[in-house]
Structures are given as C-alpha cells and as structure tokens.
C-alpha cells in the first residue's frame, strides 16, 4: 500500500546524502553528480580535511588544517590519529603508539578510553564527531550552503562491531544520520568502477596513515562480495614517518639530553620532518631530513636516500605482504587468480610499495585515481544507491570476525561464524540453573579464539523480568542480529510464558544509549553557550561603537540636551563602560538597551543639526 | 507457498519479496529454505542457480535499497535479508543440505542415532594418533590428509544417491543417512585440525 504513496513523495526534493571517508589522518567527502562520483570542493581545492582536532584551554575546539597547524606550537592540545582508539580500550591500543603522543589517553572506571586535552576528557567518540561535524560543514559550503543530514560513512574492512558502533555513535553526536557504514576497499572498488567489469577477483591493498587492510573481494554481475579480510591495525604511513623519526633520533643522539626526545615540541616537528622526507622521497632519489628547534637547543639536517629509506621501509611492507598472503589463504585464493590491484591510501604513493605490490600479485595495480581519494568516491558511489538512484551497485558484505557467547565454562560458543553474509539473524534457547531465577547474564564476544578471555569482549547483557519457574523450565530466546553494517543488535524473549524479557546492554567499549544521550544533550548546551557567548561578543563591539559615538558627541549634548536626558545618558555611557567587560550575556544586552534609549535624545539632536546644515546650504528647491 | 503478491499479483519466485512491484513479504522464522530460493526440496541442486538466485533475490531485499523508506521498511528489509542468507548458507553447504532434508523428512537427529560403530571409531583414534604424532606437511600427515579427502567424497556420493530421489518422510534408510553425516563430521573435524596445524600463524 505504501508504495504507491512513495511514488507521490517522489517529487519531493531529494535528500542529500554524501560519502565520507573519515580517515586516520585526513577525511573526505564526495557526492554523486551528474552520473559520477566526485570530491566535494572548496573554493577549487578538494575538501580534505585534516582528522586533526585542537582542542584550547577555553574549551574552543577547532578542527581540520587550523587544528593541524597549531600541533607545532602546543602539540600537547592537539589531538590526532583518533580512529586508531575508535571502540578500542587502553589495554588493547599499542604502547609503542601511546608513547610517541603528546598527550595522555587515560579510560574510565568502564573501560572506555579517553584522551586529556586542556584540562577535559574525550571520549574516541566525541573527537571524530568534531571532525565529522566539520567534514559536513565544508560538504554543506562546498555545496553552496547546503545542510548535510545524512551521510555513508566508510571503515576499515576489519572493524569489529565495537568499532562500528562507535562511528555510528561518532556520526550520531556530530548530528548526522549514518544510513550505511560501508567498508573502505568496497567503496575504493567501486570508485575505480570494478563492478561494471563483468566478474573477477579484487585485491584492494589499503595502506593509510594508521591503519594496513588488506581486503579480497569478488565482483560477478555488479555484487561485491568480501572473500576475506586481513589487516594490522597498527601499521601505516604513521610508521613509515616513525622509521623517519628513529633515524632523525639516531643522529642527535649523544649531541641532546635524551629528555628532549620526550618534549612534545620534538615529537611533533620530528614527525612533520619525516613526513616531509617521506613525500620526498616518492619522486626523488635524496630528501633532507631537517629539525631546527632553537629553544630546545635543537639543530639537525640529515640527507635520506630512497636506498636508505627503503630498508626501513621493507619489514613494514614485508609485514603488509604477510597479511596478503593470510587474506588469500582465508579465501582459498593464490595470487594468481587475483584480476586486479586497486592501491588506497597515500602511503601506497611510496615507490618501494607500488613495486612489491605489483610483485606479489603479479599485475599491475590501478593507480588512476588518487589514492587519497578513491574511498571518499566510492562512498558518494553508495550514496547514490541509498537515494534511490540505482539499484546496479549491490553490496553483499560478511562478517570478517566470529560472534558469540561465553559458556558456564569459559568458553566462547559461536553463534554467528566469521565471513557469514549479513545481514543475518541467529536464534539461540538458554534456561535457568536455579529455580525461581529471574535473570541470566550475557558476554557478548567477538573472535576466532575458543577461550572467552581470549576473544574479545562486546559487551554484557542481563537478560531480567524472567517470570518465576523451576529451573531448566523457562525458555529464553535470544536472537543476534548483525546488520547490514556488521552491527550487533540482542534482543530476547522468554517464550514458555510469552513474558518479554527486558535487556539491558553494557557495551565493553563503546558508548551506552544513556552516554550518548548525555554527551547529544551537553554538545546542546554547548552549542546554547557557544552561540550566547558569541551574542555576548557581538553586543560588546557594538557597545564600543555606541560609545564612542556617544563620547564624540558629548560637547553638542551638553549643549541641546535637557537636564534629564543628559543625566540619563551620563548614567548609561558609565553602565555601558563597565558592561563592556561583563561576562553576563543579561548585563551585556541590559547596558547596551539603556544606551541605545538614553542617546536616541542625542541623536534626534544630531539629526535636526544635520538636516538643518543640509537644507541651510542649499536653495529650497533641491530639497 | 503463496505463488502471487497479495499487492499486485504478479506470480512470486520467492516468499521474501515480490520481483514486480517490490513489496517486502512478512515472513515466519521458520520459513523453508528451499522456499525461500523458490525451489523443490532436493538434494542435488546447481550451485550456479543457486548464487544467481541469490543475487537476483538479494536486490529485492538488501537493506540499502530501503534506506529512505523508514525504520519499519529497513527492519523488514534487514530480516528478509538475513532469511535469504540464513537458507543460502544453508543450500550452498551440501552436509547441512543433507541434514536439513533428513530431519524435515522425520529422519532420527544427531543425537538419536547414539554412538557411532566400533570399527568407525577404531578408525578414527587411528586419525588421532598421526594428527598427533606427525609433523605438519609430513608424508604421514598428507597421506592422512588425502585419505579423509576420499573418505568425505565417499560419504557424499553415498548421501546424495540416498537422497535421490528423496526417499518417503520417515523411510528406514534415513537412519543410514544420518549415520553417514554423523560420519562426515568426524572426517571434517580431522580435516579442520590439519589444515589448522599447517595454517601460517
């Protein structure tokens, strides 16, 4: 019945939905126009954005390239690489990683892990909301004034459902409505438009700032389907940059106290040196690997050759192999029957990269679109799906990691198997051990491993409002379903007695439903602050106006002025003056209201004086 | 099996949806998968139709095609969708074929048929003794390895010439079949253990 409703609701004007990669190091956001996709830009330059946020002690957040230029003045407020911690808790993150930042990430008595920047906490969360709502902003200028609503937003192939969650969490508090989250060798396949070619095998080879994916998937009559996933979640450009920052290290040591090595200021110019270097070096056979920090003491220039850089390079890259050849052992593959190479990422710009690529898989790999690039595209590809728009692109995904529960003993018990296709649903009974029991607990786990302290941990549930009955009696079902975005929802049902039993979730990494209501409710408050102080502000300059215009006429006020409106316009330039440095927005707007009252005498004043001057000058026919 | 759309009529190839106008079906739980890819209950199936079906089908249900359509529309989208790839996973693997026909043909459970005979059982604690004494890749091991191979195309040559034609719900030769899947599993297990010991880690 609905359908033929929907067909009137098609002259409505479409909805607009964009792609974005959100990155380790920078996001993106394309849309589909004109029968492709395309990189949002503004004013002629794409509208990369830096995944950068900077955070002053006022609280002012700023995000993208102005964030990313203050990490060389007070690295220790600026916050970068946030995707590495997404979903993630501080036992899992890499000590090596935490070590190289400038500031402290620390977690809650839950487990959930936040950075300290300025004096406040962070959750992964809040940050990349910052971001996102930044990433939205730019697409909605780069669109002419457009408001960016809905959005596919892309994730490392083998992000776990925690991670998921937290960027639907992440999108959710920057105001945006996630219709797909889809994975980013998909979308980097269908920017290069691998799904028009008929059917083949895919190697999508992603190595980003932060994070190494390695993803086979099958493409037959326009279906994608992700064979298997590898991946290192810690290894990317980051440490390419890292090897950089090693070899700079090396040779100031014994010249510095090694305490400099620690300061903040040393590791961010360190890591923008090696940077620098490493971009280089992708076109010439020498770079310089240069610091200059004057107030540390600090002065070091170093030639690297690409010989040099490369064979600190090649165990990463090695490693990136390594998970290649895991990936087509998982789907049964050998590198021969791999049709095409799509390289994502800017690291995969590195010489030494694109070669032992080409040489493993024995083909060419595609490079006509911009590495940096090819996700955001492809995600605008989705987009256009999700509009409405076609029905040619059809995404057919599975889950890269096993879902289960932990047993009486500890075990982990499988409901949902690795590379299942989603969305999928499994039921599973369970009773009571004890009679009269009301309430049984879950833990959620994800993992190949058979001990459940070895998988990892989703979250826990306690299933309660079990009607009264002897033990073994009632039946519980619990059904998982893992959506088409690799997202776990549980819900259960006692079934003997028809009860609805009630289930409380308590994620082991994420946010709860209450958590990010809480922080939807004070970004509310903030944006209420934020917009009052901006008010505030504005009435301030405006009262600087007022009064000086006040001021500059006092002579001619005293003049004309009766005696009353004279005093009144003394009392409010004095409330005026001392209101200019209030903090109360009421005060403010109180002081500037009376000044404007007590000159409007003053001003009638000047306007007869000026009207009068006009006419005096001139015959009375110009008038 | 409804045949036509109670919307527009049209004659339906799967319960899940309808190919002319787009209608989403609301399904059972326990809805036959043999059904729901619009096919006859048999053991022997082509696989190539089997994944064309479940692509044709798939652009019918997938949740992404629902994404502007409302919370209501995405929920029975993502359910149908998951119906559909609950009875392929089911289709595509010939054990599970096997079992579900077997029990929907009231033939004995897993558990029913009891333990396994003696000689089978001998047989097996000789599969562990090398899955535990010979090296990974050792000739004792691949030998092994290609054994359980023959053992399994065996069992499933025998399985599907049982099911072929199917036999009458409730016929004695079910018994036979389950007793072979109760087999296979053995064979799968040991296969799974060697291909584990000689995985790269």
């Known amino acids: 019945m609905g359908y033929i409703e929907l067909e009137v609701l098609d002259d409505q004007p479409k909805r607009v939905v964009i792609g974005i990669d959100l990155g380790t190091t920078n996001s993106l956001p394309a849309i589909w126009k004109e029968g492709r996709p395309e990189v949002l830009e503004v004013e002629g330059e794409p509208a990369l954005i830096p995944s950068v946020v900077h955070v002053s002690d006022d609280g002012t957040a700023v995000v993208g390239r102005t964030a990313r230029a203050r990490s060389m003045d007070d690295p220790a407020h600026t916050v970068h690489s946030i995707k590495r911690f997404m979903g993630r808790s501080l036992e899992e993150l890499d000590e090596a990683v935490l070590q190289r930042l400038p500031y402290q990430v620390t977690q809650t008595e839950r487990g959930l892990v936040q950075v300290e920047v300025a004096g406040k906490s962070f959750t992964p969360q809040e940050i990349s909301a910052l971001i996102l709502r930044e990433v939205a902003a730019q697409a909605g200028v780069a669109m002419g004034g457009a408001e960016v609503l809905s959005a596919v937003i892309t994730v490392p192939a083998y992000f776990d459902d925690a991670q998921r969650q ?37 190697a999508v080879y992603d190595l980003g700032g932060g994070t190494f994916d390695v993803s086979l ?56 040196a090696a940077e620098k270097a490493k971009i280089a070096l992708s076109k010439d056979p020498a770079a310089d690997l240069a610091i200059s920090l004057p107030e540390l003491g600090l002065n070091a220039r170093r030639t690297v050759t690409r010989e040099e850089f490369e064979a600190l390079a090649a165990p990463l890259v090695e490693r990136s192999l390594h998970c290649c050849a895991r990936a087509l052992k998982d789907a ?128 826990r549930f306690k299933l309660t409002g079990i009607p009264p009955m002897p033990a073994g009696l009632p039946r519980v079902g619990v059904k998982f379903h893992l959506d088409a975005d690799g997202i776990l929802t549980v819900s259960a049902k006692e079934e003997s007695t028809g009860a609805s039993a009630s289930i409380e979730v308590k994620p082991s990494h994420g946010l709860t439903e209450e958590e990010v209501e809480a922080m939807l409710e004070a970004s509310l408050e903030n944006a209420k602050r934020d917009f009052e102080e901006r008010r505030r502000v504005d009435l301030i300059a405006e009262i600087g106006i007022m009064l000086r215009h006040a001021k500059a006429n006092l002579g001619v006020a005293e003049e004309r002025l009766d005696r009353e409106s004279m005093e009144d316009l003394r009392e409010a330039i004095a409330a005026a003056e001392e209101a200019q440095s209030s903090l109360e927005l009421e005060l403010v707007q109180i002081a500037r209201d009376t000044l404007d009252r007590a000159t409007m005498p003053l001003a009638t004043v000047l306007m007869d004086s000026v009207v009068k001057e006009a006419v005096s000058g001139k015959k009375l026919g110009d008038v | 099996m409804s045949t036509a759309c109670p919307s527009c009529g049209a004659g339906l190839e799967t319960p899940l949806a309808c190919g002319a106008c787009g209608v989403l079906m609301l399904q059972e739980d326990a809805v036959c998968p043999f059904e729901v890819f619009g096919l006859k209950e048999a053991f022997h199936l082509d696989t190539g139709d089997l ?10 249900v997938h949740p992404d095609f629902f994404a502007l359509e409302g919370e209501e529309a995405i929920a029975r989208a993502e359910r149908n969708n998951a119906l559909l790839n609950e009875a392929y996973g089911l289709l595509s ?51 092994l390895e290609r054994e359980l191979n023959e053992h399994r195309d065996q069992i499933s040559e025998q399985i599907g010439a049982a099911l072929t034609p199917l036999p009458q719900p409730g016929d004695e030769s079910l018994a036979a079949i389950r007793q072979g899947l109760n087999a296979r599993r053995y064979v799968d297990r040991a296969l799974a253990r060697i291909s584990a010991s000689s995985a790269p880690s």
């Open chain 1, 166 to 202: 937290a960027t639907r969490d992440a999108a959710r508090l920057a105001g945006l409505e996630v219709l797909r989250i889809i994975n980013e060798p998909t979308a980097a396949s269908l920017a290069y438009g691998l799904d028009q070619k008929g059917e083949g095998t895919v």
């Open chain 1, 217 to 272: 998937l099958s493409i037959e009559d326009g279906v994608f389907q992700v064979l298997s996933t590898n991946g290192d979640t810690s290894l990317g450009g980051d440490d390419l940059d890292a090897a950089l920052v090693d070899l700079l290290r090396g040779e100031l040591e014994g010249s510095v106290e090694r305490s400099v090595f620690e300061e903040p200021a040393f590791r961010q110019a360190a890591r923008l």
């Open chain 1, 332 to 459: 049964d593959l050998s590198a021969a029957d791999v049709d095409e190479v799509v390289l994502v990422g800017g690291s995969t710009r590195v010489p030494l990269v694109r070669a032992e690529v080409e040489r493993f898989f024995g083909r060419p790999p595609h490079t006509g679109l911009d590495p940096d690039q090819v996700v955001a595209l492809g995600a605008a590809a989705q987009a256009e799906v999700l509009m409405g728009g076609s029905r040619d692109i059809l995404l057919m995904d599975v889950t890269p990691l096993s879902l289960g529960l932990e047993t009486m003993g500890g075990a982990a018990e499988k409901l949902i198997q690795r590379n299942s296709r989603i969305p999928c649903s499994v039921k599973e009974g369970f009773t009571t051990y004890a009679d009269n029991q009301s309430a049984i607990d879950f833990h959620v786990l994800q993992g190949e491993r058979e001990l459940a302290a070895d998988c990892r941990s989703l979250g």
């Open chain 2, 51 to 60: 994944r064309a079906r479940l692509r044709r089908f798939t652009r019918l």
């Open chain 2, 93 to 143: 693997d010939e054990a599970r074929r096997a079992d579900r026909l077997v029990s929907s043909l009231g033939g004995p459970t897993e558990k029913d048929l009891g333990s396994m005979p003696q000689a089978f059982l001998m047989e097996v604690m000789e599969w562990n003794e090398t899955l535990e004494e010979a090296p990974p890749g050792s000739d004792a091991m691949l030998q």
